[in-house]
């Protein structure tokens, strides 16, 4: 019984994190805060949260989202480097956050979120660029209706 109790607690915690992982923080919040692009440096990385000082001499925390999408997608941000950030700016208790749209580095762009600062994974781990890409091969098209449109048929791929 016992057993029960932690293995249902350690489930639980698992999926509230995950829940909080595919959304991120609200990238898309009701309340719109200010749409910002900032160029600077990146200064530190511990995923989720990279740490970039601004040409304009402040501290930004860039919240990259969910470590795995990154890993999926085979990107990465290199420390030290050079950044152009678009996103969305918080201030709260004398810090700047952004919740990042897009990042330019070394002249590649990462997408993270659209235009409406809906984040790319918020579909969850197969909801990410790579697998989308592969909409309409095989038995599926990344939205689980197949290549028949949710219809009952042999999928001819």
Same mark, same amino acid.
């Given at each position: ?10 489930? *639980? ?18 309340? %719109? ?5 900032? #160029?600077? *440096? ?15 001499? #402040? ?5 990259? +989202?969910?470590?795995?999408?990154? %890993? ?7 420390e030290k ?10 201030k709260t ?21 659209? #235009? ?11 909801? +990410? #660029? ?5 909409? +309409? %091969?095989g038995n ?16 001819? +791929?």
């Amino acid at each position: 019984m016992r057993t029960n109790i932690i293995i249902g607690l350690v489930i *639980s915690l698992f999926l509230i994190n995950l829940t909080y992982a595919q959304t991120g923080r609200n990238i898309k919040s009701k309340n %719109k805060n200010e749409i910002v692009t900032v #160029k600077g *440096s990146v200064t530190s990385i511990n995923h989720p949260v990279a740490i970039v000082k601004g040409d304009d001499g #402040k501290n930004y925390e860039l919240r990259l +989202g969910p470590s795995w999408y990154w %890993k999926q997608n085979k990107i990465e941000l290199k420390e030290k480097g050079n950044i152009e950030i678009k996103g969305e700016l918080e201030k709260t208790d004398g810090k700047n956050y952004i919740y990042p749209y897009t990042l330019i580095q070394d002249g590649k762009t990462i997408t993270l979120a659209d #235009k409406d600062g809906n984040p790319v994974w918020a579909g969850g781990m197969h909801k +990410g #660029k790579a697998i989308d890409n592969m909409k +309409g %091969k095989g038995n599926g098209n990344g939205n689980g209706k197949g290549n028949c449109g949710g219809n009952n048929c042999n999928n001819k +791929g």
